[in-house]
Protein backbone atom coordinates (compact mmCIF):
# COMPACT_ATOMS: atom_id res chain seq x y z
CA UNK A 1 0.00 0.00 0.00
CA UNK A 2 2.73 2.41 0.52
CA UNK A 3 4.45 2.01 -2.65
CA UNK A 4 0.95 2.54 -4.31
CA UNK A 5 0.55 6.00 -2.41
CA UNK A 6 3.96 7.20 -3.26
CA UNK A 7 3.51 6.03 -6.68
CA UNK A 8 0.28 8.03 -6.63
CA UNK A 9 1.54 11.42 -5.09
CA UNK A 10 4.63 11.33 -7.30
CA UNK A 11 1.79 11.32 -10.31
CA UNK A 12 0.20 14.53 -8.21
CA UNK A 13 2.98 16.14 -7.77
CA UNK A 14 4.11 15.73 -11.60
CA UNK A 15 0.88 16.59 -13.06
CA UNK A 16 -0.18 19.27 -10.84
CA UNK A 17 0.14 22.42 -13.49
CA UNK A 18 -2.05 20.22 -16.14
CA UNK A 19 -5.06 21.24 -16.43
CA UNK A 20 -7.07 17.87 -17.37
CA UNK A 21 -5.69 15.87 -14.19
CA UNK A 22 -7.70 14.99 -11.59
CA UNK A 23 -6.81 13.30 -8.00
CA UNK A 24 -10.10 12.14 -8.06
CA UNK A 25 -10.48 10.66 -11.49
CA UNK A 26 -7.11 9.19 -11.33
CA UNK A 27 -8.28 7.64 -7.99
CA UNK A 28 -11.40 6.53 -9.78
CA UNK A 29 -9.72 4.65 -12.28
CA UNK A 30 -7.33 3.48 -10.44
CA UNK A 31 -9.24 1.83 -7.88
CA UNK A 32 -12.23 0.62 -10.02
CA UNK A 33 -9.53 -1.43 -11.92
CA UNK A 34 -8.92 -3.22 -8.37
CA UNK A 35 -12.66 -3.67 -7.81
CA UNK A 36 -12.30 -0.64 -4.68
CA UNK A 37 -12.58 2.93 -4.14
CA UNK A 38 -9.91 5.17 -3.01
CA UNK A 39 -10.25 8.64 -1.88
CA UNK A 40 -7.38 10.98 -0.72
CA UNK A 41 -7.81 12.75 2.70
CA UNK A 42 -6.06 14.77 5.07
CA UNK A 43 -4.45 13.39 7.98
CA UNK A 44 -6.12 16.64 9.98
CA UNK A 45 -4.71 15.86 13.22
CA UNK A 46 -0.81 15.82 11.89
CA UNK A 47 -2.12 19.20 9.90
CA UNK A 48 -3.52 20.95 13.10
CA UNK A 49 -0.20 19.95 14.80
CA UNK A 50 2.23 21.30 12.20
CA UNK A 51 0.06 24.65 11.84
CA UNK A 52 0.26 25.00 15.64
CA UNK A 53 4.08 23.90 15.08
CA UNK A 54 4.59 27.40 13.18
CA UNK A 55 1.59 28.88 14.58
CA UNK A 56 -0.06 29.84 11.57
CA UNK A 57 -3.87 30.33 11.27
CA UNK A 58 -6.62 29.26 9.20
CA UNK A 59 -5.69 32.19 6.78
CA UNK A 60 -1.99 32.14 7.10
CA UNK A 61 -1.86 28.44 6.72
CA UNK A 62 -4.36 28.95 3.49
CA UNK A 63 -2.46 31.08 1.87
CA UNK A 64 0.76 29.58 2.26
CA UNK A 65 -0.09 26.50 0.63
CA UNK A 66 -2.03 28.70 -1.95
CA UNK A 67 -5.72 27.64 -1.41
CA UNK A 68 -8.76 29.65 -0.19
CA UNK A 69 -9.56 29.84 3.63
CA UNK A 70 -12.82 28.08 2.49
CA UNK A 71 -11.12 25.26 0.44
CA UNK A 72 -9.28 24.57 3.54
CA UNK A 73 -11.90 24.58 5.92
CA UNK A 74 -13.50 22.16 3.70
CA UNK A 75 -11.10 19.80 3.79
CA UNK A 76 -10.21 20.53 7.96
CA UNK A 77 -14.43 19.45 8.25
CA UNK A 78 -13.95 16.29 5.92
CA UNK A 79 -16.38 18.19 3.12
CA UNK A 80 -13.73 17.78 0.52
CA UNK A 81 -11.16 15.74 0.11
CA UNK A 82 -7.75 17.63 -0.77
CA UNK A 83 -6.75 18.12 -4.77
CA UNK A 84 -3.83 18.54 -6.65
CA UNK A 85 -3.86 21.98 -5.61
CA UNK A 86 -3.60 21.68 -2.25
CA UNK A 87 -1.09 18.98 -2.38
CA UNK A 88 1.40 20.24 -4.56
CA UNK A 89 0.86 23.96 -2.65
CA UNK A 90 1.60 21.77 0.95
CA UNK A 91 4.58 20.26 -0.87
CA UNK A 92 6.04 23.28 -1.88
CA UNK A 93 5.34 25.35 1.08
CA UNK A 94 6.72 22.56 3.52
CA UNK A 95 9.15 20.82 1.55
CA UNK A 96 10.97 18.71 4.56
CA UNK A 97 7.38 17.34 5.96
CA UNK A 98 7.05 13.86 4.93
CA UNK A 99 3.71 13.47 2.68
CA UNK A 100 2.39 10.01 3.64
CA UNK A 101 1.95 11.81 7.35
CA UNK A 102 -0.57 14.22 6.12
CA UNK A 103 -2.42 12.62 3.10
CA UNK A 104 -3.96 8.90 3.61
CA UNK A 105 -5.37 6.89 1.01
CA UNK A 106 -8.82 5.31 2.36
CA UNK A 107 -10.02 2.39 0.30
CA UNK A 108 -12.68 0.29 0.77
CA UNK A 109 -13.83 -2.61 -1.03
CA UNK A 110 -16.60 -2.08 -4.00
CA UNK A 111 -18.92 -4.99 -2.27
CA UNK A 112 -18.61 -3.22 0.97
CA UNK A 113 -20.21 0.02 -0.32
CA UNK A 114 -22.61 -1.59 -2.24
CA UNK A 115 -25.93 -1.96 -0.57
CA UNK A 116 -27.93 -5.33 -0.53
Given at each position: ?9 Q??L ?5 Y ?10 Y ?27 T ?30 G ?22 D????
Amino acid sequence: MKQQFEKFLQLVLLNSNRYDYNVNKWCYYYATNRGERMELILNVDEFKDLQRKYSYNTSKMARKIGISRTQLWRVLNYQSNPGEQFIAGFKKAFPEENLDKFFLLKVLQLSDTVKS
